[in-house]
């Protein structure tokens, strides 16, 4: 399975952006899709996830209200809409995807696209 992200940039605080995740390959085994994130100098962290059919979502606290995660009709688009961007959002954005939801992220990650929130 091979995952492309696309949608990062710069933007001031309490604008949008909107991250998109491409996946391609053998994905009959993908249930469960997600962004994961990364600031400089701290740990990686569960942003949100959704289930294959897009019926079931879950988001972190930090972002729950604020961010939105859908799939596309075909399945093998996932986005995340990000509203409200605060300074604290500034980090590498990874797509994920793995046949179960992994508070540590499935086997597969995209290259990740940098996301910078401005104050």
């Known amino acids: 399975v091979q995952l492309v992200e696309s949608g990062g940039g710069l933007v001031q605080a309490g604008g949008s952006l909107r991250l998109s995740c491409a996946a391609s390959g053998s994905t009959n085994n993908v249930n469960v899709m997600g962004w994961y994130r990364q600031a400089p100098g701290k740990q990686r962290e569960w942003v949100a996830a959704i289930t294959s059919g897009g019926h079931v979502t879950s988001y972190a606290d930090s972002v729950k209200g604020r961010f939105t995660i859908y799939r596309a009709d075909n399945k093998n688009t996932m986005y995340l809409q990000m509203n409200s961007l605060k300074p604290e959002d500034t980090a590498v954005y990874y797509c994920?995807?793995?046949?179960?939801?992994?508070?540590?992220?499935?086997?597969?990650w995209g290259q990740g696209t940098q996301v910078t929130v401005s104050s």
């Open positions: 994920n995807a793995g046949p179960y939801f992994d508070f540590n992220g499935g086997p597969y």
